[in-house]
Structure formats: structure tokens, C-alpha cells
């Protein structure tokens, strides 16, 4: 990865507002994406590439596919992983987004919603999956 710039951004703690801005961060996994497949190199599937879940303490960094590919095994939180799997649904032509859920008082969760309705939780697969393989 090249290097970039750190970008802080403060938002009302509503889901729309974070809807918005995780749209964003899709985009730019999208953009992630494409520009290594045009120079010959494929982004793994999330769940084939042995990413883990991985929470956050002590407050939100928002991380792209890039940057999530540096580490290893590669590794996020809910945000970073819904977003890299819509990111690549929507590089596979299927319509896909990111949304943003209130779990509790000030507590919220990123999950993966399709144009039909149905939701799916990178986080929870992924989890399940590293707590099966111990």
C-alpha cells in the first residue's frame, strides 16, 4: 500500500449518518479492488484469505481492504469487514451495502444487506469460524 493520509472525522452517533459515511469507505474498497486487479493482483475473498474479527478498544479507526490486507492473518472490526464484503459483492455485480445497527444506548454494529432484504454478519461468520478452528 502506498502511502496516504489519515483522515478524522466526526459524526452524529446515528445509523444514517453512519450508513453514509461506511458507503464511503465501500467505495473506497471498491476502488482498492479494481485498481489491484488491473495490475494483476487479486484481493482474496474475505472469507477465503483466513481474515479474523478483531475488536476495537479504546475507540474507532475505520480500515480499508488495503490496509487490513497488510496484516496477517488480515484483520477488523465489524465496520472494516461488512464494508470489505460489500466492496467485493458489489466488484462481482451484485448489489449490495452496508448497515449500520443500534445493538444498545450508544452501541452499533455494521452488517451486510442485499437488495432483497437478507442480512449478513461478516463479523459473526468470521468469528465463528476462529472460534471452531481452536
Not at 20 to 35: K, N, P, S, T, W
Not at 51 to 62: D, F, I, L, Q
Amino acid at each position: 500500500m502506498t502511502p496516504g493520509i489519515t483522515v478524522t472525522v466526526a459524526v452524529p452517533a446515528d445509523p444514517g449518518c453512519l450508513d453514509a459515511l461506511a458507503e464511503g469507505l465501500v467505495r473506497l474498497d471498491v476502488a482498492q479492488i479494481e485498481h489491484a486487479r488491473a495490475a494483476g493482483v487479486a484481493t482474496p475473498s474475505i472469507y477465503a484469505c483466513g481474515a479474523r474479527y478483531r475488536r476495537e478498544h479504546g475507540g474507532e479507526r475505520w480500515q480499508s481492504v488495503a490496509e487490513m490486507m497488510q496484516a496477517r492473518p488480515p484483520s477488523g472490526d465489524c465496520e472494516d469487514l461488512a464494508a470489505w464484503r460489500v466492496a467485493e459483492l458489489r466488484c462481482a455485480g451484485e448489489d449490495a451495502s452496508v448497515r449500520i445497527v443500534r445493538t444498545s444506548r450508544g452501541t452499533f454494529h455494521a452488517i451486510v444487506r442485499y437488495s432483497d432484504g437478507t442480512i449478513e454478519d461478516p463479523s459473526r461468520i468470521l468469528h465463528a469460524a476462529e472460534r471452531r478452528q481452536r
